[in-house]
């Protein structure tokens, strides 16, 4: 079994409306109610879009990818390779369109 980190990325900004967000979060949970069930879900959890960064020693606020969007969340899941995690992929953008997931191995 392999560890696969499902990133989300949405625009910067205000989030939506409730009533476009409500809908979506339900599915959403609904999709996380079904990794667990599944065995595959090893941890999620949301992120502000602040953060600050350590380079060379140096702390400075950001972060400082020049971008319209940032990571606001990940889903960790464990599954037998690629292709499941890729599924599992999927089924999270499908349920969080338009907002783009990235499918990633832990080292």
Do not use: C
Request: hydrophobic share 50%.
């Amino acid at each position: 079994m392999a560890q696969y980190l499902l990133g989300i990325y949405q625009p910067d900004g205000d989030p939506p409306p409730p009533e476009v967000l409500d809908p979506i979060m339900a599915d959403l949970d609904a999709l996380n109610r079904e990794m667990r069930a599944a065995g595959v879900w090893v941890f999620a959890a949301g992120l502000l879009p602040s953060a600050t960064v350590i380079r060379d020693g140096v702390v400075t606020d950001g972060p400082f990818v020049e971008g319209k969007e940032h990571l606001g969340g990940f889903t960790v899941i464990e599954v037998d390779g690629a292709d499941a995690a890729l599924e599992w992929g999927r089924r999270l953008a499908d349920v969080l369109r338009p907002l783009a997931v990235e499918v990633r191995p832990f080292a």
